[in-house]
């Protein structure tokens, strides 16, 4: 007769399998948002009041498979690296398992877990060399109700509401008492449908028209951006296209014009061609540009990747550096120990530097809060391009080392997610796609999809008020902190009195 502990042990690893594979399901491009929760509620079910070896077990799992049906695109890089960041995020899955079994147990269980869920993620996006937020759980509820809820509690409210809806629902089931599970999975539906998208306090509303440039890029894949010159030139030809367009009255001229990340990875500092062309551009079209160039800094063996305000008159101005560099893509840590034994780091043979103000940028009388490619993961990008006055969100990226595989409809469903966040219209510039328009409701009015070469034109709402999210910024992670914390306490102390009571009934 087969043994009953392995039984339950291996379908138990099988659940946490088949959970991280349905809780990636929600994600892009899929989108299939209430499997979030379904993935989740499966996880929970298996860790739920058990030992914190057999959790920490089973948490390494679901992460594992969940981190592998998210991340295929890293592929594209290579298979040893899509395996080893799959496995090395299963981590702190691994890590938050230890503290579900023992947290489920006390009182208020669906609680202590839900914060300690948050923790998790608030340390894998920190932790180390800048994190990777990547596939937080309120990435994928874009299209769901439960995504207005993004501009009163951010992104942490949204994970913490899923994981504690979860818990409740396994706890009603072990206890037969609905109530409480019941009643916030209503507080939380009402709340979601009736909440305003978004929720914004004070301020004032304007409107500015915008453009932003899909230039393309002669290949894809790794050697996208190798011809770099025809890189620019793409979005040179494009701008011009737009600039004829204006002149015929076809559309009317924008106050400034959105270029993607890498529309330029000659340093136009120190090459006069490039920025006379782009100078020359600027003037066709009657406006400033945002470029996205890479620019060379006073150590030979580093670059700033930038956005920098070009004016057809006077030309470079302000510019921001993006804050966070991508480990191992735009910068390598231990090289002098690693390039020898993986040759694919020559591919990078400069380290990005990253930059430490906010950006907060001023281009055609609009007050701009840019954010650059894998940027859009960090709350606290646009927390502080909010606090710097920004009325518009810029996002400048380049996807096109990952077009057709998933990461860039990951990446657009994040900048909808940063809409509601923040009540802010979101511009996207892309090389070769996803580049549109994100009004402050999450809603999507103008788009260039994936492979598209052109430009788009918007009339687009500038705000000035605030959501509760942006006011409160970090504050719900360290709650979250504190209550986990709190919950770790109560359980030491519970096993301190079993201990004591053990003790004093052991016959002296």
């Known amino acids: 007769m087969p043994d009953s502990g392995l039984a339950r042990t291996t379908a138990s690893l099988a659940i946490a399998a088949v959970s991280g594979v349905i809780t990636a399901l929600a994600f892009a491009p899929f989108g299939l948002w209430p499997l979030a929760f379904l993935g989740v509620l499966g996880i929970l079910a298996v860790q739920w009041r058990s030992s914190a070896r057999s959790s920490m077990l089973l948490g390494f799992v679901f992460g594992f498979t969940f981190f592998l049906v998210l991340l295929p695109w890293m592929t594209v890089i290579g298979t040893d690296a899509w395996l080893v960041l799959s496995a090395y995020c299963a981590l702190w899955n691994g890590v938050f398992g230890a503290a579900v079994g023992p947290l489920s147990r006390i009182r208020g269980g669906p609680w202590w877990v839900a914060s300690a869920w948050v923790v998790m993620e608030a340390l894998r996006g920190r932790v180390p060399l800048g994190g990777f937020p990547w596939g937080e759980l309120a990435f994928s509820q874009g299209n769901s109700p439960m995504a207005a809820l993004g501009s009163l509690a951010g992104m942490v409210g949204i994970t913490f509401l899923i994981v504690l809806i979860a818990g409740l629902v396994i706890e009603s089931v072990r206890t037969r ?189 609009v007050v701009i809060g840019d954010a650059i490619c894998f940027e859009v993961a960090y709350d606290d990008v646009f927390t502080a391009v909010i606090d710097g ?81 942006t006011l409160i910024g970090p504050l719900p992670e360290i709650a979250a902190g504190v209550a986990m914390g709190f919950g770790l306490v109560i359980l030491g102390y519970l096993r301190w009195r079993r201990r004591v009571a053990k003790a004093g009934n052991v016959p002296g």
């Open 177 to 365: 008492s609905w109530i409480l599970s019941l009643s916030v999975v209503v507080v939380v539906g009402v709340v979601a449908l009736l909440i305003p998208r978004p929720l914004e306090f004070g301020g004032t509303s304007s409107t500015a028209t915008v453009a932003a440039i899909q230039g393309g890029t002669p290949g894809t894949g790794m050697e996208a951006l190798d011809v770099r010159r025809a890189v620019l030139q793409n979005h040179v030809d494009q701008t011009l296209s737009l600039a004829q367009a204006v002149d015929a009255g076809e559309v009317p001229r924008p106050d400034f014009v959105l270029w993607p990340e890498n529309s330029s990875d000659i340093d136009p500092y120190r090459d006069e061609t490039v920025a006379a062309d782009i100078s020359a551009t600027a003037a066709a079209i009657g406006a400033p540009i945002l470029v996205g160039a890479v620019v060379q800094t006073e150590d030979p063996t580093k670059v700033e990747n930038s956005g920098i305000v070009w004016d057809p008159r006077t030309g470079a101005g302000d510019r921001y550096v993006k804050n966070y560099p991508v480990p191992f893509g735009e910068f390598v840590p231990f090289r002098e120990q690693l390039a020898p034994l993986i040759g694919r780091f020559e591919r990078v043979p400069r380290d990005f530097v990253g930059g430490e103000e906010a950006g907060v940028l001023e281009i055609g009388g």
């Open 389 to 469: 006055g920004a009325e518009l969100i810029t996002v400048q990226t380049n996807n096109a080392t990952y077009q057709g595989t998933g990461q860039p409809a990951q990446q657009w469903d994040i900048e909808r997610m940063r809409a509601l966040q923040t009540g802010r219209t979101v511009v996207v510039a892309s090389t070769t796609g996803i580049s549109g328009v994100i009004a402050a409701d999450g809603t999507v009015t103008e788009r260039l999809d994936e492979g598209e070469r052109g430009y788009l034109v918007a009339e687009v709402e500038l705000r000035t008020g605030r959501t509760p999210s």
